[in-house]
């Protein structure tokens, strides 16, 4: 206080200094035209915030050292007039609301003289600031009231969670008022916090299949002991899962019952465990500790549900071994065992697996059979096949050879299993034969039972030298006219259908020497043609044909003739050929060509042969009178008078028909109660002598229709029109030849031919001239 007492007085002593030789001026001389220097005077003003005393509150003091009765203090600013203002005359400065630092730290103002009168600035405006001091008046708040953490289970003391912020609104370069305490009033036995918010694990124990979560409730203060309600802020831990526990079998033995046809490879049960550990930490392994059937079964694990499926590794055999009995175990190669919380004491368990018995098809005794046989001989027994049934029934075996793998039908198969060949084998046409033989399970009476199991049977046939050589490839070789002598026209080699050994050796030999050439055996299995004498003679032969003799050295040896068809050529003096003509009449046909001219014959003659059938029946069938449309009717029964000799149109020929029967027409009887047709029909009465023989076709109706008259059932060649009756005044009588049984009728039909075209026909059947024949 006396400090500022003195600086205060040292400040009055200089103002003092300065007003004095101002005064002496104006006392003792006039006067001075020179401008004299005035600046601003005032304190550095600062004002505390939330000030408990009434407004206003003073600030200040701004003081210019312009000494003017006229002139007045302003302010200017965006807080001046508003928060602040200034006491025109004095210069005072006062503030009308309570100030909050956290808010505005600070105010920047402007100063001015002015003449009370003009407004005229008196000082140049100047600039100053209003700082306010800061106040504890702020408690600590968390930038969020809720944080969530996680750390892994069973971690170490000391690892660290996570970091928690608290902040001060107060003004930190003032001495602990924006320092922060952290305290954690919930969880402290698990976890502790530093002075920095970073909070942290107190205990290795942390267990998350004991407690998967913790809640931590921690307050925050500043040094003075602000504290309010929202100082506290909450975190939530959740601990992370490590595996750090070992699987446990849900049960302690495991008992399945599986038939003895499973497949390999195909589950036959499932292995349960329990592990507390989150899904993806759970990697159990099931294997068989104790058992002699460790390369029998295989225990795999399912990774979507962390169970052992068991799966058999060979196939079961109900008559072998009818139980499996083994120890399994389930262990975890991942886990954690600085993180193992308890050693488990179910991690084995015991499995029984009860086989039971099924029909098995029979069993060959081999997966396939091979057999050999030399062509073109029939063995007595080419090989056998065996099959058993596995099931202690043990039925009898039957055996067939499936037709589709053998359907030339060269073999056959007894129903003992043994295998023979029906006809003789060419090693050249099929070199191997592949049988499907089937072995059907067959019951006390000797029928299949619908169990069969197949095999495959290969046989080979072995190569017998049983073909000559021939020509390598078909040979065409031209000579000129004029060859000179030992001309090479030539070369050829041999092939031989039949198997050929390394060291084969084939001889060449012309069968007649009487020709102008000459066979070099070259002793490499070719031989050379050459030109014997010299020049040919086209005017005599223009081709010559070579027998060429070629033979192995097999056992038989065999030996083939070729013959080479040498073409004689007209050449140039170059010896190039200019002229061969009987080159295409000498080219050979191919076997293509034969087929194709074969089927084409063949194709011509079938033609032929159904165009002469098909005239000879039509032959047939006019003889019968089948086709002559002149007279071939059909039954049909008309209520009117019909349509004469010419209505010939289809009709059905079992179209009721009705009957004139005394001088009424009688009810139409059914389909069943009609009698036959020809016990209807009534001949008319002879008349008179016979006027001539019948013709040829008059004899041939009358067989036909003795044939009609003896045979109810049959459809008649020639019909019947029945006319409804039309009283007994008509002259019109029944004109059907079939009313008769013979043409030695007396009654003259000479009439008919006055009955216009339409019985034309019916008028020539029935003419008195025997010699004239009917025309068709």
Known sequence: ?????????????????????????????????????????????????????????????????????????????????????????????????????????????????????????????????????????????????????????????????????????????????????????????????????????????????????????????????LRGDSGTATVLVTLQDVNDNFPIFTQTKYTFAVPEDIRVGSSLGSLFVEDPDEPQNRMTKYSIVQGEYRDTFTIETDPNHNEGIIKPMKPLDYEYIQQYIFTIEATDPTINLHHLSSASTRKTARVIINVTDVDEPPSFQQPFYHFQLWENQKKPLIGSVRAKDPDAARRSIGYSIRTTSDKGQFFRITKQGDIYNEKELDREVYPWYNLTVEAKELDSSGYSTGKESIVQVHIEVMDENDNAPEFAQPYEPRVCENAAQGKLVVQISAIDKDITPRDVKFKFSLSTEDSNFTLTDNHDNTANITVKYGQFDRERAKVHYLPVLISDNGRPSLTGTSTLVVTVCKCNEHGEFTYCEEMAAQAGVSIQALVAIFLCILTITVITLLIFLRRRLRKQARAHGKSVPEIHEQLVTYDEEGGGEMDTTSYDVSVLNSVRQGGAKPPRPTLEARPSVYAQVQKPPRHGAVHGGPGEMAAMIEVKKDEADHDGAGPPYDTLHIYGYEGSESIAESLSSLGTDSSDSDVDYDFLNDWGPRFKMLAELYRSDPQVELVY
Not at 69 to 90: P, Q, T, W
Not at 111 to 131: G, R
């Open 1 to 225: 206080m006396q400090v500022l007492t003195v600086l205060l007085a040292s400040a009055g002593m200089c103002l003092g200094l300065l007003v004095a030789p101002e005064e002496g001026t104006d006392l003792a001389q006039p006067a001075a035209p020179r401008r004299q220097k005035r600046d601003w005077i005032w304190n550095q003003m600062h004002i505390d915030e939330e000030k408990n005393t009434s407004l206003p509150h003073y600030v200040g003091k701004i003081k210019s050292s312009v000494n003017r009765k006229n002139a007045k203090y302003l302010l200017r600013g965006e807080s001046a007039g508003k928060v602040f203002r200034v006491n025109e005359d004095s210069g005072d400065v006062y503030a009308f609301e309570r100030l909050d630092r956290e808010k505005i730290p600070e105010y920047h103002l402007t100063a001015l003289v002015v003449d009370k009168d003009t407004n005229n600035d008196l000082e140049s405006p100047s600039s100053f600031t209003i700082k306010v001091h800061d106040v504890n008046d702020n408690w600590p708040v968390f930038t969020h009231r809720l944080f969530n953490a996680s750390v892994p289970e069973m971690s170490a003391v000391g690892t660290s969670v996570i970091r928690v912020t608290a902040v001060d609104a107060d003004d930190p370069t003032v001495a602990d008022h924006a320092s922060v305490m952290y305290q954690i009033l919930k969880g402290e036995e698990y976890f502790a916090i530093d002075g920095s918010g970073l909070i942290f694990t107190t205990t290795k124990n942390l267990d998350r299949e004991t407690q998967a979560k913790y809640e931590i409730v921690v307050e925050a203060r500043d040094a003075q002991g």
